[in-house]
């Protein structure tokens, strides 16, 4: 597959270059969260054919993007995972994220799938440093059937997918109200008082939890 280019000698065409093409930064996004196989990337990437997704892959690797590992027992099969010039792409997908949030969201369409596991990256984009200043805990967030962590330690998080070792503070919650948790409309309080959602653990790490991430208020583009 042809690779096009802007053919401008500048720092931002260059970069969009490389992940301008449809696919590619959400491939990245997916990679942030750590090394995955290509039946993954295939289940967290709905619409994407397994040609385009192969042809996807060789592009990242060739241009030093991406690289092929084998995960660790017990698992021992073979993944993609970033190269150090990827993953310092995580902070301009957060950002694209943030922007998102506040400008780009809105209404769920019908055709849109979601799955969970974003909401891994999400946590990063959505995290107040200032607010979790005093804070050591860690978070298990079990949604569906999707299990991912954060750590949070003293102003800095680390949201990871699959079970924490030892979590301070464990939240089970459906997806459908999940989604309404995050799009404000809402509260995690609310959820558990209807039984939409539980928790175990730690209360004061429980009561923090809200206020360790900060979503941007939504506006509207055309106003």
């Not at 750590?34 to 397994?50: C, E, I, N, V, Y």
């Not at 950002?95 to 400008?103: D, Q």
Request: with cysteine.
């Amino acid at each position: 597959m042809d690779q096009r280019t802007y053919n401008q000698y500048c720092a931002t065409a260059r970069t969009l270059d490389l992940v301008g093409e449809r696919w590619t930064l959400l491939l990245i996004r997916e990679l942030l969260t750590g090394p995955k196989r290509f039946g993954d990337l295939q289940a967290s990437l709905r619409g994407l054919g397994t040609g385009l997704l192969a042809a996807r892959l060789k592009h990242l690797e060739r241009d030093g993007l991406a690289r092929k590992v084998t995960l660790p027992p017990p698992a021992r099969t073979p993944a993609y995972a970033l190269t150090e010039a990827g993953e310092e792409l995580g902070p301009a997908v957060l950002a694209l994220a943030r922007w998102g949030l506040k400008w780009a969201m809105g209404e769920r369409r019908e055709t849109e799938t979601f799955h969970p596991g974003w909401a891994v990256l999400g946590l990063r984009a959505c995290f107040d440093a200032e607010a979790a200043g005093d804070l050591r805990a860690v978070y298990e967030f079990r949604i569906g059937d999707e299990v991912f962590h954060a750590r949070v330690d003293h102003g800095t998080i680390e949201a990871l997918h699959g079970p924490a070792q030892h979590p301070d503070a464990t939240i089970t919650i459906g997806e459908a109200a999940f989604l309404e948790v995050t799009g404000g409309t809402l509260t995690l309080a609310k959820a558990i008082e209807t039984g939409a959602a539980t928790t175990s653990g730690d209360r004061t790490a429980l009561r923090r939890l809200q206020g360790l991430f900060r979503l941007p208020s939504p506006r509207d583009r055309t106003a």
